[in-house]
């Protein structure tokens, strides 16, 4: 099992960033799909989940209403568009699936909202 995050970088207050998480190496289709994220010093939190057929999907009261997670299952992608961005988001986000009692992250990757 491999997840790639790719889409981090710095961007102003009320920017936005879309974040991708390509999977590899299991059924993507079949399985529930989550972003966690991490700030310095925080614990991990979950910020979403979406289902294996992309309907509804959980966020986080933090950011619902700003974020949206969605999938695509022919490119094993799933995604996290983040509008509206505070500094309070600045955290390293993950791409996360348990598989059979298993746990598989991503290597993350950092959002920084500053201006």
């Known amino acids: 099992v491999q997840l790639v995050e790719s889409g981090g970088g710095l961007v102003q207050p009320g920017g936005s960033l879309r974040l991708s998480c390509a999977a590899s190496?299991?059924?993507?289709?079949?399985?529930?799909m989550s972003w966690y994220r991490q700030a310095p010093g925080k614990e991990r939190e979950l910020v979403g989940m979406?289902?294996?057929?992309?309907?509804?999907?959980f966020y986080a009261n933090t950011v619902k209403g700003r974020f949206t997670i969605s999938r695509d299952n022919a490119l094993n992608t799933v995604y996290l568009q983040m509008n509206s961005l505070n500094p309070e988001d600045t955290a390293v986000y993950y791409c996360?699936?348990?598989?059979?009692?298993?746990?598989?992250w991503g290597q993350g990757t950092q959002v920084t909202v500053s201006s």
């Open positions: 996360y699936v348990r598989i059979s009692s298993y746990n598989y």
């Open positions: 190496g299991f059924t993507f289709s079949r399985y529930a």
């Open positions: 979406l289902s294996n057929l992309g309907i509804n999907p």
